[in-house]
C-alpha cells in the first residue's frame, strides 16, 4: 500500500477543480484496506473512497484521507448456458470492462459504453443509459465492511437498487468499500435500441444485422456528440437526474408546454429529461467566468479552466430553483458534493 501526502485531486476527479487531500493510500488489494483501517495514524482519519472522480464535486480540500481504489482483474468464475459470471476488480476502468465483454462475444452492457468511472462506483449509483441499467446484469458483490474489516458478499436483492441508487448511497453509505463486482453476461445477447435516437443512429451507420460492437460503437457516436471531454473540458457528465412526476402532473405539464417529452416509468409515473427542463429555463450555454452550462448540452455544468467547486454548487442550485419556479419539477443532483 502506497501512502502520499498533500496530494493533489487535480488529476483524479474529471471537474480538474485545483484542490487537495492530505493523504492518499492507493489500494491494489483488498488486504490493503484492513492495513489502512488497522494502522493507528491512519485509523481515524476522515476518508473518501475515489474511483475514476467522474461522479464527484470538490467544494474544498478534502481535510482526511482519499482512497484511490486499483483493485484490478477481470476473471470469468462460472460458464454456463446462455451466459457467463464475470468478476471485475473495483480498480478496472468500466468502459475497458465494457470493450473487454464486446470482445469476447458477452452482452448486457453494451449500452453503457463510454461512462467515465470505475467498476466499484457502477453499482453504487446503478449506472444507467440508452434504457439499460446496471442492475439488470448485476449478481453480486464483494465490499471491505468499515466496522468488522470482514469482506462481505451482497447480492442483487441486497443492494435495493432504484434509479441511480442503491444501499451504497443510503443507509450502507461509508460503511462498506467495493472490491469486487460480479456481472451476469449473455452469450446470446438481446439487443435494445429502443431509448432515444439510438435506432436512428445506427441505421445511419448501415447497420442491417445488430451486433455488440455496432450497438455500442452507436452509443459511443451519440455520447461524444452530446457531451464533452472531460480530458478537455472539466466536467461530471450528468450534474442532475431526469425527474420522475406523477402521470397527472405531467399531464398539466403538456397542457402548459405542448412539447415536453415524457418517457413513462410505470402506470403512475413519467420521466421527465432534465436536460429539456434546464435548456427551457434558458440556462444552455449560460457562462459565469471559468464555469458554466454546456452549449450543447444543458444537464453538463462544465469547468473551462481555474474554476471553482463553490461557485459550481451555487449555479447548481440557481438552476434548481429556476427550473422549479418555471415547472414545479424539484431537479436531484446526480454528482456527490464533497
Known amino acids: 500500500m502506497l501512502i502520499e501526502e498533500y496530494f493533489s485531486l487535480k488529476d483524479h476527479h474529471t471537474f480538474h477543480l ?9 489500494i491494489a488489494q483488498p488486504e490493503d484496506l484492513e492495513e489502512l483501517f488497522n494502522t493507528p495514524k491512519y485509523k481515524n482519519k476522515k476518508k473518501l473512497v475515489l474511483g ?13 484521507m482519499v482512497i484511490k481504489m486499483e483493485i484490478k482483474g477481470i476473471k470469468v468464475e462460472e460458464e ?14 468500466w468502459h475497458q470492462c465494457v470493450l473487454w465483454a464486446i470482445e469476447d462475444g458477452y452482452g448486457g452492457i453494451e449500452n453503457l459504453s463510454l461512462i467515465p468511472g470505475t467498476v466499484g462506483a457502477a453499482p453504487m449509483q446503478n449506472i444507467g443509459a440508452y434504457g439499460v441499467e446496471i442492475k439488470e446484469v448485476f449478481h453480486s458483490l464483494e465490499a471491505y465492511e468499515v ?23 443510503g443507509p450502507r453509505r461509508d460503511k462498506y468499500i467495493i472490491t469486487k463486482v460480479y456481472l451476469r453476461l449473455s452469450k446470446k445477447p438481446e439487443y435494445n435500441i ?18 455488440l460492437k455496432d450497438v455500442s460503437q452507436a452509443v ?11 480530458a478537455q473540458i472539466g466536467n461530471a457528465g450528468s450534474f442532475f437526474k431526469n425527474p420522475m412526476v406523477t ?12 412539447k415536453i417529452p415524457g418517457f413513462p416509468v410505470d402506470d403512475r409515473h413519467t420521466k421527465v429529461p432534465a436536460a ?57 443532483p446526480e454528482v456527490n458534493v464533497v
Open 147 to 169: 466496522k468488522t474489516g470482514k469482506i462481505v458478499r451482497f447480492y442483487k436483492e441486497d443492494c435495493k437498487f432504484g434509479y441511480r441508487y442503491s444501499i451504497f448511497k
Open 220 to 230: 459511443i457516436d451519440i455520447r461524444q456528440s452530446k457531451l464533452p471531454d472531460p
Open 247 to 258: 402521470n397527472d402532473y405531467f399531464d398539466a405539464l403538456r397542457a402548459a408546454f405542448r
Open 194 to 211: 429502443s431509448y432515444g435516437n439510438l435506432k436512428e443512429t445506427l441505421e445511419a451507420m448501415g447497420v442491417e444485422e445488430l451486433n
Open 276 to 332: 429539456w427542463l434546464i435548456d427551457q429555463s434558458g440556462w444552455k450555454g449560460h457562462r459565469r467566468g471559468a464555469i458554466g452550462v454546456h452549449d450543447k448540452q444543458a444537464l453538463v455544468l462544465v469547468n473551462h479552466g481555474g474554476g471553482d467547486g463553490k461557485d459550481l454548487l451555487q449555479l447548481s442550485k440557481d438552476i434548481q430553483e429556476s427550473v422549479y419556479k418555471k415547472f414545479g419539477v424539484q431537479l436531484e
Open 80 to 93: 454456463g448456458g446462455d451466459s457467463v459470471l464475470v468478476s471485475f476488480g473495483a480498480g478496472e476502468n
Open 52 to 64: 475514476g472522480g467522474s461522479n464527484l464535486l470538490f467544494t474544498r480540500n478534502f481535510l482526511g
Open 18 to 26: 485545483d484542490v487537495y487531500a492530505n493523504f492518499k493510500a492507493s
